[in-house]
């Protein structure tokens, strides 16, 4: 049985699926067995999903939008 | 006409197609410009803002991507995707932002990986925080400590946090714009899941258990 540090170095290619069946199956079997690395695996999956649904919701300013049609209106669409 | 040609333009005005849009923009035609900054403004801006963390930065930096298009579009030969062109770009212009703040940090791995023994094993326990961050998403204070662990990723892992993860752009995408093997971006992103997932660990474990860190 793969030992935690060896789970852990091959993490990246387990979520994107990259593994060989043989790999993968090795992992899901040490998941099976350890608590901390499926804590570890929950936390690292949960970090991308909440840092991409929070940086996702950056929205231009209405003001923003403003000035940036005031500036392109003098830099662009009237020259 | 050419089934291109059919789908230039619709009643809104709008250039619908990429190539078409380029072809507008060469042409100095302002309607395939308004097109360009309705589709790309956001994703500039909000590219920039996760960059930088600094509103007025992000605003300078599309006010000048924007002209910098208009300007240089004469240059753009079409060996990459247009979009790579203008995230490019972007990142050109966010770089001088950033150059005159910050040094350039590296991450280490071996400081984002947990403790482990002889054999390889887990030598401290692992919190599970995935279940309290759900309820904690919505509030604004959890959203600044994101955003603060992102501002903090050095800049290298950062931007292929924001282009991979966040714009969802693939691996080989992302290394087109960034000049990098499709191994180093994978390789970078894996340092910023790990280097924010401690950062926010250590946030979510507080908030459940104070005085507890991993």
Same mark, same amino acid.
């Given at each position: ?79 | ?12 005005? @709008? ?10 923009? @060469? ?7 308004? &097109? ?5 403004? @956001? ?31 004469? &240059? ?104 990098? &093997? ?33």
């Amino acid at each position: 049985m793969i030992c935690c540090k060896e789970c852990l170095e091959l993490l990246y290619g387990y979520l994107e699926g990259e593994l060989t069946p043989e790999v993968h199956a090795k992992l899901n079997e040490h998941f099976e067995d350890c608590p901390p690395c499926i804590a570890f695996l929950q936390t690292y999956r949960t970090t991308t999903k909440i840092c991409r649904e929070t940086l996702k919701s950056v929205e231009v300013p209405e003001e923003v939008k403003v000035k940036l049609q005031v500036f392109l209106n003098e830099n662009v669409r009237n020259k | 006409m050419s089934a291109r040609g059919h789908n230039v333009t619709r009643n809104t005005g @709008k250039v619908e197609k990429e190539e078409d849009l380029v072809q507008g923009l @060469k042409k100095g035609d302002l309607k395939a410009f308004d &097109t360009f900054v309705e589709r790309y403004q @956001k994703k500039i801006y909000a590219l920039a803002f996760n960059m930088t963390h600094n509103p007025m930065d992000a605003q300078d930096v599309v006010q000048e991507v924007l002209l910098t298009i208009f300007r240089k579009i004469g &240059t753009f030969q079409g060996k990459s995707a247009f979009s790579s062109w203008v995230y490019r770009i972007t990142l050109n212009a966010v770089y001088m932002k950033l150059r005159s703040k910050k040094k350039q940090q590296t991450v280490s791995l071996d400081d984002m990986l947990p403790n482990f023994n002889h054999s390889g094993y887990h030598q401290d326990k692992i919190r599970d925080w995935s279940q309290n961050s759900e309820s904690l998403l919505f509030s604004n204070e959890t959203r600044e400590v994101i955003q603060n662990a992102v501002n903090l990723l050095p800049e290298k892992e950062k931007v292929v946090f924001v282009l991979r993860d966040v714009d969802e752009l693939s691996t080989e995408r992302v290394g087109e714009i960034l000049g990098l &093997t499709v191994p180093a971006v994978k390789s970078r992103l894996h340092r910023a899941r790990l280097f924010l997932r401690k950062k926010l660990s250590t946030y979510f474990e507080e908030y459940r258990d104070p005085g507890v860190k991993q």
